[in-house]
Nanobody
């Protein structure tokens, strides 16, 4: 599986962005897809994940502002980010794995495939 993120950029606080992650491979629809982010000097952290059946998981920092979705026909997963804050500034990574338990979806160590990342910068 090869993942390619897009949609990052420089925005102001309160603005919105939609990140996309295009995946190769015929079995995309069966994969758990996740979004993680990493700010300078910090560890990579979980943002959101979506299962093959559409079940979603969110970090507390993302709840109510971010929405993860997937289009299996297009082999693409999205992260709609609203009401962006300066603390959302980070490189955002898309990740995929064929099978994860519920408590594993938030741990980057369990994902087998990663994209190259896209920079999101939110100015105050």
């Amino acid at each position: 599986v090869v993942l390619a993120e897009s949609g990052g950029g420089l925005v102001q606080a309160g603005d919105s962005l939609r990140l996309s992650c295009a995946a190769s491979g015929r079995t995309f629809s069966s994969y758990v897809m996740g979004w993680f982010r990493q700010a300078p000097g910090k560890e990579r952290e979980f943002v959101a994940a979506i299962t093959w059946s559409g079940g979603t998981y969110y970090a507390d920092s993302a709840k109510g502002r971010f929405t993860i979705s997937r289009d299996n026909a297009e082999n693409t997963v999205y992260l709609q980010m609203n009401s962006l804050k300066p603390e959302d500034t980070a490189v955002y990574y898309c990740a995929a794995d064929p099978a994860l338990y519920t408590d594993e979806v938030v741990d980057p160590g369990f994902y087998d495939y990663w994209g190259q990342g896209t920079q999101v910068t939110v100015s105050s």
